[in-house]
């Protein structure tokens, strides 16, 4: 792939850490992210992967250690935090997206309402993403019209509308038939080739193996073990790796 990664990280998390209550979910995590670079997150249920990929946008805010998004610490709350966000697409399992406007409505909405651009300019932004991502001829339905497969790509064109500097993708596919499955990954592939800063946290092993830079393996809100794809499946380190790929590689 003709991608261009820089030395200086987008994305850096120093000794995060996160409780709900009594549990620990994130234990002393550190990850560097380098612009250009598609990192993605794999590990068992309950392991910390999604609490990890909210944090980077601080959809989860975290108890200590820091995170720095593009140079400047991630910021606690009001204007300077909405601004982090409009910078960080986010796609989630379910496609929140609003179902009593088009489709085309509802990927113009971020970057009319919260960057206050031209209607005219982001029209035109809206349907060559809906373009991209295949979608196009159903600018004018509503989601509840769509099949979910359609909806996560129209949710995923609502997220590049803001121009995202980096995307995190957390389980995406997840609630998707398994038909549908495929068409998502195409676009997230198609993005990862082009460049796209990710963080994907899936269940996707060939995706894993085929568009990421990096495979972060995560246990038990530790991050375990990383490596490049071919080197993470064909020969993991740790116990703990070894076991979960034995368990999803038999299948």
């Given at each position: 792939?003709?991608?261009?990664?820089?030395?200086?990280?987008?994305?850096?998390?120093?000794?995060?850490?996160?409780?709900?209550?009594?549990?620990?979910?994130?234990?002393?995590?550190?990850?560097?992210?380098?612009?250009?670079?598609?990192?993605?997150?794999?590990?068992?249920?309950?392991?910390?992967?999604?609490?990890?990929?909210?944090?980077?946008?601080?959809?989860?805010?975290?108890?200590?250690?820091?995170?720095?998004?593009?140079?400047?610490?991630?910021?606690?709350?009001?204007?300077?935090?909405?601004?982090?966000?409009?910078?960080?697409?986010?796609?989630?399992?379910?496609?929140?997206?609003?179902?009593?406007?088009?489709?085309?409505?509802?990927?113009?909405?971020?970057?009319?309402?919260?960057?206050?651009?031209?209607?005219?300019?982001?029209?035109?932004?809206?349907?060559?993403?809906?373009?991209?991502?295949?979608?196009?001829?159903?600018?004018?339905?509503?989601?509840?019209?769509?099949?979910?497969?359609?909806?996560?790509?129209?949710?995923?064109?609502?997220?590049?509308?803001?121009?995202?500097?980096?995307?995190?993708?957390?389980?995406?596919?997840?609630?998707?038939?398994?038909?549908?499955?495929?068409?998502?990954?195409?676009?997230?592939?198609?993005?990862?080739?082009?460049?796209m800063t990710m963080v994907v946290v899936t269940h996707e092993m060939g995706f894993a193996r085929h568009?990421?830079?990096?495979?972060?393996?995560?246990?038990?809100?530790?991050?375990?073990?990383?490596?490049?794809?071919?080197?993470?499946?064909?020969?993991?380190?740790?116990?703990?790796?070894?076991?979960?790929?034995?368990?999803?590689?038999?299948?």
């Amino acid at each position: 792939m003709g991608r261009m990664m820089t030395n200086e990280p987008l994305i850096v998390l120093s000794g995060v850490n996160k409780w709900f209550g009594e549990l620990h979910v994130l234990k002393d995590v550190n990850l560097s992210i380098a612009r250009g670079e598609v990192v993605v997150v794999i590990g068992p249920s309950g392991s910390g992967k999604s609490t990890l990929c909210r944090a980077i946008n601080r959809l989860e805010p975290i108890n200590n250690g820091e995170i720095v998004f593009d140079g400047t610490r991630l910021p606690e709350e009001g204007r300077p935090l909405a601004r982090l966000r409009s910078e960080v697409g986010m796609v989630f399992q379910s496609f929140n997206l609003f179902a009593h406007k088009t489709i085309l409505e509802n990927v113009m909405l971020g970057p009319v309402k919260v960057r206050k651009e031209k209607s005219d300019v982001v029209r035109q932004r809206a349907m060559s993403l809906l373009d991209r991502v295949g979608i196009a001829a159903q600018a004018q339905k509503y989601p509840a019209q769509l099949s979910g497969g359609q909806q996560q790509r129209a949710a995923i064109a609502r997220a590049l509308a803001m121009q995202p500097k980096a995307m995190l993708f957390d389980e995406p596919t997840s609630a998707l038939d398994p038909e549908m499955v495929g068409e998502v990954l195409d676009v997230m592939t198609g993005l990862a080739s082009e460049g796209m800063t990710m963080v994907v946290v899936t269940h996707e092993m060939g995706f894993a193996r085929h568009a990421a830079n990096r495979v972060v393996f995560m246990a038990d809100g530790q991050l375990v073990e990383e490596a490049d794809p071919k080197t993470f499946f064909a020969n993991p380190r740790t116990d703990r790796a070894k076991d979960f790929l034995s368990k999803i590689l038999t299948h």
